[in-house]
């Protein structure tokens, strides 16, 4: 008896979630590191997207990171969610974008924002389609009907969106491979840094407790690159980074 299993690639809108807030994971060390704004000896090698990233072993950022992306991507283990935070914000379709901001230590001036826009897909939101299983098994015997068995298995679910796990990957990459890469464009940061992080939502959100309201840290008359974006047919990230002129580029 021989048989084939034939899978689709179903994005689910908790799946779409916890890719963006996994890719922010990452792409908040990449800046980090190619930045400069911790030593190159607190980050580890890893392999991600197909690509060697590095993460950092400073245990006050981890945290940090862990937990905002944990909050982000819905999935917050042993925590009981009560009323709206920032844990479904991704999943209620309520977070516009989230910004990385790079400042002086001495001063607090903005040097750069990496402004990650987020868009969904008001259709998945509306219709909550969050769980989805696919599988067709085709089974290559003689049976009694005289026609081979087909089996789908799927929980009831209104809004659909198919996207491979390789071309995401593929979209997700070419971001890492520009962030790695903004060196070259970007003005060396002179001086000690620290870093920020902002989320934009609708206005009817309740921030909770780990986040207090910021004025929005921008910089006078910046200068704007346009990365790569990616999109998993439930959201969208479109990427930016804004930074402030050097010297010789005044006029």
Known sequence: MASRTVSKDIITLRGSAAIVSEFFGYAANSILYNR????????????????????????????????????????????????????????????QRIVLVIMSQATSEVLERWNFSIETDPEVVEKGCVTLTLLISILHFPVRS?????????????AIKEKSDKEIM?????IMRQVTSCITYLPCLEEPCVFDVLAYTDT???????????????????????????????H?????????????DEE
């Not at 005289?146 to 009831?156: D, E, K």
């Not at 593929?170 to 070419?174: F, G, K, P, T």
């Not at 959100?205 to 439930?234: R, Y």
């Open 146 to 158: 005289g026609m081979a068995q087909l089996r789908v298995l799927m929980p009831h679910c209104r």
């Open 204 to 234: 009817d959100v309740d921030a909770p407790g780990t986040w207090i309201e910021s004025d929005a840290k921008l910089i006078s008359n910046p200068q704007m690159v346009k990365l790569h974006s990616f999109d998993t047919k439930i």
């Open 36 to 95: 400069g704004v911790y030593p190159e000896e607190s980050f580890t090698k890893v392999k991600k997207y197909g690509l060697t990233m590095l993460l950092t072993q400073d245990e006050g950022v981890k945290a940090f990171i862990a937990n905002l992306t944990s909050q982000l991507s819905g999935f917050l283990i042993g925590v009981a969610c009560l009323n709206l935070s920032v844990a479904e914000w991704l999943e209620a379709g309520k977070l």
């Open 236 to 248: 969208k990230v479109d990427t930016l980074v804004s930074y402030k002129k050097d010297e010789w």
């Open 170 to 174: 593929r979209e997700i990459q070419a």
